[in-house]
């Protein structure tokens, strides 16, 4: 088992070859559990990392992943030392060691190990933090910065860095409301915003198809304001796609014509918080978290909330339960004769 493949293109170039169990765990991750592309690479990247630290031991004794089974749980425990001492975030050492977990799991399967060198490792206590997140008039201020601008554009398009074509800019500007509405309006993840094609769009039943984790599919609603962002962009996304001189399915497209990349998404984001004049500019994800936050703080119930976030598991769901709570403790103290008793003593 220790003949070796090229790595995908996305991996680190430092790693010029892949074991081949490793190549075997990541093609049964993709081909049999459905992960998406940044999560197979997300793993990847984990156990590459593992991978250097073992062989960077050097000496005969020294194992590799093509080696699983002579592989210790002294050495996981010391790659997880080593990440602390580097002062990667405990969120990010639980996942190596997820990644480590499930890749011992499948080489057990396998028979090439009999007891996975992980088991009776517990991930580190994570911190308690809030999911970053963006205040209702925040995010009004954010959608309706864009459509303020698309109506004054007149003599010229609204300004956009890509190009210098004012019809061109005026399309890719569409392009970006839509993303922005859509992230926020459904509660998409970007990856199933960005997977998007054309045909997964039903405007006039308010509804869009999405492919979740898993290569789960739902039905996720529009709100009104997307579907009106929507119908503005697919009225233009013609035009760019003849200015690049391409054909592609994809709902969100670039200004060559390609799909939609996370750091393109994440940047188009950046670029209208700062148009917004928001104190701080917040990432895709954000814009989910806003939305669950906010059906919550209107009184939506968690079980709906789960549904429309695509959540396999209620408890994903109840992590924005504490945000929710705090605004409900802020209501009590301030309304409730009893609440402020000490306070006011």
Avoid at 179 to 203: C, K, M, V, W
Avoid at 289 to 315: I, K, M
Wanted: charged share 25%.
């Amino acid at each position: 088992m220790s003949a070796k493949k090229s790595l995908p293109p996305d991996l680190p170039a430092g790693a010029a070859l892949l074991p081949e169990t490793l190549e075997m765990f990541l093609a049964h991750l993709e081909m049999e559990k459905g992960y998406s592309p940044a999560t197979v690479q997300a793993y990847a990247n984990d156990l590459l990392q593992f991978e250097q630290l073992l062989t960077a031991e050097g000496g005969p004794g020294s194992v590799g992943l093509a080696e699983a089974g002579a592989i210790t749980k002294q050495q996981v425990r010391m790659f997880l030392a080593d990440q602390h001492r580097k002062n990667v975030s405990k969120s990010s050492i639980a996942r190596r060691l997820s990644a480590l977990r499930a890749f011992f799991r499948f080489c057990a399967r396998l028979r090439l190990l009999e007891t996975p060198p992980t088991d009776g490792i517990s991930n580190p206590k994570q911190e308690k933090r809030h999911p970053n997140l963006l205040n209702v008039d925040q995010t009004f201020a954010l959608l309706d910065q864009p459509k303020a601008e698309i109506r004054q554009r007149a003599p010229e398009a609204p300004p956009h860095a890509s190009t210098q074509d004012p019809a061109l800019a005026e399309a890719l500007f569409c392009r970006d409301l839509a993303l922005a509405e859509l992230l926020y309006g459904s509660g998409l993840r970007i990856s199933e915003a960005l997977g998007l094609n054309t045909g997964h769009l039903d405007l006039e039943g308010g509804v869009i198809r999405v492919l979740g984790k898993g290569s789960k599919q739902r039905l996720a609603p529009l709100s009104d304001s997307s579907r009106e962002a929507l119908r503005h962009w697919l009225d233009k996304r013609a035009l760019v796609l003849e200015a690049a001189g391409v054909r592609e399915n994809a709902l969100f497209i670039g200004s060559r014509g390609g799909r939609l990349d996370r750091r393109q998404a994440g940047r188009i984001i950046e670029s209208l918080c700062r148009r917004a004049g928001l104190p701080q500019t917040v990432s895709p994800h954000a814009l989910r978290h806003s939305f669950a936050t906010h059906l919550l703080e209107a009184g939506a119930d968690l079980r709906s909330v789960q549904e429309l976030l695509g959540h396999a598991r209620l408890s994903t769901t109840q992590r924005y339960t504490h945000l929710n709570m705090a605004k409900l403790v802020e209501v009590y103290d301030k309304a409730h004769p009893k609440a402020g008793l000490k306070k006011r003593h």
